[in-house]
């Protein structure tokens, strides 16, 4: 893989919880590569492509391989996201966030020179809001495997309980602020971190002695 591709990098309990977008991994077994027409297993291409549109262009290409019956050289078709919890008000709602921005992976055939098939060029180029497959010398440059396990591993993880987004980084004793409810104001130390719960024990001073509280995540504040 180049090293524009090798250095592509990442960038609550509630009453009610509105979910915006659930993932739905319909991929297949994700550990096991797609065998192309010619009996070859495929390999896993990064596709540079508009800001904001990945999404559009994943199911454009998607319906296009359907179309022009192109399964044999063009596989699965991914934009690996990480669902996280975020507070609006006091509702937690679910979010995808899009781990790789401004790119599709894109798994795929190529000929034994390592060139891609005309059609197949044709049906990925002419999608809209597309660029150019990582590589050089007009070859795309195939993903390393351990690469190609992590962002797998991550298509994997993503239909899971969603990470709570915020609560990165608490840790027991660290020194925080209550910002909401009975006790704003109050100040005290991280006890204990609760994330499936989104939760986190405080230890704050009330009437001149050490008091743990209960606090959901988003009610503090670092100080």
Known sequence: MSDEAANITHEEDATTTVVERVVDPTVGDVTKPTISGAGRP????VLRV??????QVCEALKRKVKIENLSDYIGRILVPTQREKRMRGKVAKVFDRKLYPGYVFVEMATEEDGSIRED???VVKE?????DFIGSDGKPTAMKPHDVEKMLAV??????????AGMAGMKKGD???VKEG??????????EVFPDKGQVRVIVTI????TPIDLEYWQIEAV
Request: hydrophobic letters at 40%.
């Open 50 to 55: 508009a800001s904001n549109r990945e999404d």
């Open 120 to 122: 197949v060029w044709f």
């Open 127 to 131: 999608t809209m809001s597309v660029g």
């Open 207 to 210: 009437f001149g002695r050490a």
């Open 155 to 164: 298509v994997e993880k993503s239909a899971e309980q969603p990470t709570l």
């Open 175 to 177: 020194q925080v602020k």
């Open 182 to 191: 009975p006790f704003e104001n109050f100040e005290g130390e991280i006890d």
């Open 42 to 45: 495929m390999m896993w291409y």
